[in-house]
């Protein structure tokens, strides 16, 4: 479904580019969302986690977009770790009393539109047709 190809793309690039970022500017993107990277042990696990991992998930999205049959599976990738950064990043707007936060309320709102296109997405193509397995079919 080309849409889903779009979509997959536009969230490589996306994952892809903060990735890198965060991985070679660690000190710098932190900042953006207001982290002070005190310690080099910081600096190590923000390359890590916000770089190396985004750009694996990149990677993962990738194969999804190549091999048709990752398809689904990358969705609903997409699906669960989208709403849990949504409903983290809201919570934690709510009990840090962080309306004014402009970059979370941006993040938030890219995390609920990638979730329900995500959403959206998975039921389109449970609707054309092939069933959803499960491992306890056989």
Do not use: H
């Not at 207001?34 to 910081?42: F, K, N, R, S």
């Not at 696990?45 to 190549?66: H, K, S, T």
């Amino acid at each position: 479904m080309l849409i889903a190809r779009v979509f997959l793309a536009v969230q490589i690039l996306v994952l892809a580019g903060f990735g890198v970022a965060y991985f070679l500017r660690p000190q710098e993107m932190g900042a953006v969302s207001g982290m002070l990277l005190m310690e080099a042990a910081a600096v190590t696990d923000v390359r890590a986690y916000y770089g190396a991992l985004q750009i694996g998930m990149a990677v993962f999205l990738g194969l999804g977009l190549w091999l048709r049959d990752l398809t689904r599976p990358v969705l609903l990738l997409l699906l669960v770790l989208y709403t849990s950064l949504a409903l983290g990043r809201i919570v934690g707007l709510w009990l840090d009393g962080g309306a004014q936060q402009t970059f979370n309320l941006w993040a938030a709102l890219f995390e609920i539109v990638s979730a329900g296109v995500a959403g959206w997405l998975l039921q389109r193509l449970r609707g054309r047709g092939e069933p959803q397995r499960y491992a306890t079919d056989e």
